[in-house]
């Protein structure tokens, strides 16, 4: 079965869903959401350095498509700072290299390279673990 062609690849899922800011803190019940592929373009562009055509073989997406990604991403990042409002990631149109798990005790993110049914945290043992897969 192939994927849709408008899905972006992820590498590495966010270490955290959310960001909250510390003293005034507005609207708590409208936070800016940024989504998988617009935290993975901030990521590759701003964090990692890589050009905007690095970015798209990367994602398996066009170079136009990255700009777009990007601006949208950096123009909810900075309404999210300037505003003071809580910055959640989550959604989006994105896939997974593999099967990506976080633990919810101690919040490492791992993958399983086989593929197989993960049962619990290979760090803490804890079997409260989310499949970060589907709640994209
Ligand atoms: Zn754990």
Not at 27 to 41: A, C, I, K, M
Not at 113 to 129: F, G, Q, R, T
Request: glycine share 4%.
């Amino acid at each position: 079965m192939s994927r849709p062609r408008h899905l972006s690849r992820i590498q590495l899922p966010p270490r955290a869903k959310s960001f909250i800011p510390v003293g005034y803190y507005r609207d708590p019940d409208y936070p800016v959401r940024l989504n998988y592929e617009e935290y993975e373009v901030f990521r590759l562009l701003d964090y990692e350095g890589l050009t905007q055509a690095e970015a798209a073989l990367i994602m398996k997406v066009s170079r136009p498509t990255i700009t777009r990604i990007y601006e949208r991403a950096r123009k909810k990042i900075a309404q999210a700072v300037t505003e003071a409002r809580q910055l959640v990631i989550e959604g989006g149109r994105a896939f997974f290299d593999g099967e990506w798990y976080m633990c919810e005790r101690c919040e490492s993110h791992f993958n399983n390279p086989e593929n197989e049914v993960v049962k619990a945290c290979p760090l803490c043992h804890c079997s409260n673990i989310q499949h970060i897969n589907e709640t994209i």
